[in-house]
């Protein structure tokens, strides 16, 4: 069982920055894919950017050169560095684990990009 807590959402202006953080409590986090996603009311959840147990690394389309996934396997944490916030960046982050047919998600962390 994996618990996963995230933080770092809030308000912030077009062409700002936030950094995402996600903790995962128990052992063994370095053998979990992690990834992020978000959601807009409406609309599915939506990949992210994710990273593999080796450090490989993949982003959506809209976020390429601009949000950053890393993870710190001796903090049991997975960032993601977002930078050049647009309003349609405006969602709920949630953080996954993943491991073969195992999924864990966090309960998401509000982000609003707004003048």
């Known amino acids: 069982q994996v618990q996963l807590v995230e933080s770092g959402g809030g308000l912030v202006q077009p062409g700002g920055s936030l950094r995402l953080a996600c903790a995962a409590s128990?052992?063994?986090?370095?053998?979990?894919?992690m990834a992020w996603y978000r959601q807009t009311p409406g609309k599915q959840r939506e990949l992210v950017a994710l990273?593999?147990?080796?450090?490989?690394?993949n982003y959506a389309d809209s976020v390429k050169g601009r949000f950053t996934i890393s993870r710190d396997n001796a903090k049991n944490t997975v960032y993601l560095q977002m930078n050049s916030l647009k309003p349609d960046d405006t969602a709920v982050y949630y953080c996954?684990?993943?491991?073969?047919?195992?999924?864990?998600w966090g309960q998401g962390t509000q982000v609003t990009v707004s003048s």
């Open positions: 996954n684990a993943g491991f073969g047919r195992t999924a864990y």
């Open positions: 990273i593999t147990v080796s450090g490989g690394t």
């Open positions: 128990g052992s063994a986090f370095s053998i979990y894919v």
